[in-house]
């Protein structure tokens, strides 16, 4: 079976999932671009698949992409088109629906979009997406989603429940995970974040919750735009610590000392960096606004917060600080549930179970 997948950058955590379509099936990918300019990771391309880079032009964070002939071929000689709904390649998702749908190809979309409180203040021309996404949404066949808030969001605009595939596609490969590093921790409670820097991930909430606080470590690792703004809310707390970008065994090393993980986002589609944290038995505290929540259960593995809520992330730290036989038991089933979560074949039952209604769908409609 021929898969063209339409993809908009060379993720590091998507190549191993194409590669493991890639031996069962003929895959290519199109990708948007090579990758975003706010990502600083190493990127590699797959042996087991075909790809190809669409030339286009870059408009801040998002590419506008030249259509070529390539692109009409791969998705006409296609047995199942896989879209995967990215913002910043809009017009290319667009553009491959239409022409998919023109030449009654199977479609199945992969949706992450989640309605919050931050993108409903930001976003723009709320109107028009909103009515580009349901005409567009009525033109495929099955959809496979990032999380049960995705699922919600395409059942609010008018998606049929039996449409959406069940299961997870948010795998993080272990092949790009560092073992744990044994013994590393030191004598300080250490609560840690990574992210990139920017007001969305809701950083500056885990600044006033533990600012000043002499018994607790603060660790917040990454870059970004909103750094020089996060550094100016943490002057004056001697707690507070920002190591810069991190990665490979300094990002190990770093979950290796760490007591507690918070992601304190206000909008985030999944969170790898929770999937990260569980796989180096690090509790979670994270809010309602990520994807990433759905594998996080309160009092079990990690506690999930109103997305602000500084009083409540301080409750929780104080109480995981009090109470060491509870937070001994929240590691552990963090790093059960987070070795669990960098099995790649998880994803790819997912997309299998995806690509067999797009079919279905394509055949009865």
Known sequence: MKLTVIHNEIAPYRIPVFEELGKKYQVTVIFGKKKSSKRLWEISSGKNFEY??????????????????????????????????????YPLVILSTVFA????????????????????????LKIIDEIIKRVLYSLVDSFVVYSSKSRKFLLRRGVPSSKISTGT??????????????????????????????????????IQALCGIPWIRVIIAGSGEYERILKREAGGCNNIEFPGYVTGKEK???????????FPTLHDPWGFVVNEAFYYGVPVITTTEAGASDIVFNGKNGFIVSPGDTKKIRELIFLLFENRKLLKKLSFRAK??????????????????????????????
């Open 252 to 262: 190990a090393e770093l979950y290796s000392i760490s007591d507690i993980f918070v």
């Open 101 to 124: 749908w023109i030449a009654k190809k199977p479609i199945l979309m992969w949706v992450g979009h989640l309605d919050t409180g931050y993108i409903s203040k930001t976003r723009k």
């Open 336 to 365: 059960k549930i987070g070795i669990k979560m960098t099995d790649v074949s998880l994803g790819i039952l997912t997309i299998e179970r995806g690509i067999r209604k797009a079919k279905l769908m394509k055949v009865n409609s």
């Open 169 to 206: 596609t948010q795998v993080y490969p272990k092949m790009l995970l560092m073992e744990p590093i044994p013994s590393r921790k030191r004598d300080e409670f250490t609560v840690t974040s990574i992210s990139y820097f920017e007001e969305r991930k809701g950083l500056k909430y885990l």
């Open 52 to 89: 190809l880079i669409l030339r286009g032009i870059r408009v801040g964070d998002y590419v506008i992409n030249i259509p070529t002939y390539k692109l009409f071929k791969r998705i006409k000689d296609s047995d199942v088109i896989i879209i995967a709904d990215n913002v910043d390649i």
